[in-house]
């Protein structure tokens, strides 16, 4: 990963100084880059080959194609989060937690509860990737305007390791079924949305039985009443960032989410106390060890599409987030700048 981002950071500046040399001289001007499409993508770097040799036109393909060649099995199809659950601890940050989240507003308006059967683990931020895929299929099918999407999604196993950045091997069908289970198992009560009595994030999974090998791969996960509506739900599912399957983290996935919620494409950026991210974390360590973890994080800064900082205004310590997007080109040449200088200290170049 510190090789790939290495490389990212070396083509990102290289073409932000070409292009500023060549046709901007202001200092303030917004740097803007384009959404990358699948098929824009294909186009751009044809079929995917370990040994092939890459030929491009402009420094701006290089740099997607090495994003292209990080795994021969990244799937580059959008996918989607649940804008209503994505800044509370609806999953654990860590993948063995058995104890229960609970979680409440100041205004006691929103509240959660989640827990598992005694001694199992309920579902973790890891295992949520599965529901992101299946978003992703709801929304394509609320996008063509055909027809209402079903609750029960069907896809093929290798199709849904592919869109998790995984390898279809056996050890990957293993873990695949465990969270699956684990999502079902998990016992959701909370006020927000339509949720009555408690229930999971899926009602069922089951492979679907057919005659042939190949029809014994595909995978039938058929979503909770309470999770399809807020799915279904207009404006309420947010396109995530491809590069999220690479975070490893935990709570670096989970600032990520925050951001995508909450910072979005806000010119000004968002900005949380460290008490409020604690708070909407759910995370198990003591403040003071969750305090030092998320400072690491905030800078490492290497979360996908936003930067992080760490700000301390009158001796409290809040994290700001901010989309690249709305940020001048003198702003990301500063950060990138940072994390050069960073990577340097720590004797990686």
Not at 48 to 57: F, G, H, L, P, Y
Not at 210 to 219: F, L, M, P, V, Y
Not at 285 to 301: G, I, M, N
Not at 309 to 323: D, G, L, M, R, T
Request: hydrophobic residues 35%; glycine residues 4%.
């Amino acid at each position: 990963m510190r090789k790939f981002l290495r490389k990212i950071i070396k083509k990102i500046l290289r073409v932000l100084e070409k292009d500023d040399a060549q046709q901007h001289s202001s200092t303030g001007e917004k740097c803007v880059f384009d959404e990358m499409s699948p098929s824009k993508i294909n186009k751009t770097i044809g079929k995917k080959s370990k040994r092939r040799e890459i030929e491009t036109t402009s420094e701006s393909e290089q740099t997607l194609a090495i994003i292209s060649d990080l795994t021969d099995i990244v799937d580059i199809r959008p996918v989607r989060d649940v804008m209503a659950l994505m800044d509370m601890p609806f999953v654990s940050l860590s993948k063995n937690r058995t104890k229960p989240i609970i979680y409440e507003s100041i205004d006691k308006k929103k509240r959660v509860v989640i827990s598992g059967h005694r001694d199992h683990f309920i579902a973790s931020i890891y295992d949520w990737d599965i529901i992101l895929v299946v978003s992703g299929k709801l929304q394509e099918t609320i996008n063509k305007g055909l027809d209402i999407p079903s609750r029960t999604i069907v896809i093929s196993r290798h199709e849904l390791l592919k869109a998790l950045h995984k390898h279809d091997g056996k050890k990957q069908h293993k873990d695949l079924e465990k969270s699956l289970s684990r999502l079902k198992a998990t016992l959701i009560d909370t006020t927000v949305g339509n949720n009555r009595g408690g229930c999971g994030f899926i009602d069922s999974w089951e492979y679907k039985e057919r005659e042939t090998n190949r029809d014994k791969q595909i995978i039938r996960i058929t979503l909770s009443e309470w999770l399809y509506e807020l799915c279904c739900a207009q404006g309420n599912l947010l396109k995530t960032d491809p590069l999220y399957f690479c975070v490893t983290s935990g709570l670096k996935r989970f600032l990520y989410r925050t951001a995508r919620k909450h910072a979005g494409n806000n010119r000004d950026g968002w900005e949380f106390s460290v008490e409020k991210l604690y708070e909407k974390s759910g995370s198990e360590s003591e403040f003071r060890k969750f305090k030092a973890k998320l400072k690491e994080a905030v800078l490492d800064d290497n979360i996908p599409a936003y930067s992080l900082k760490w700000i301390v205004k009158n001796k409290k310590a809040f994290v700001y987030f901010k989309n690249y997007k709305m940020q001048t080109k003198n702003e990301v040449l500063e950060i990138f700048e940072e994390k050069i200088e960073r990577i340097k200290e720590a004797a990686i170049l």
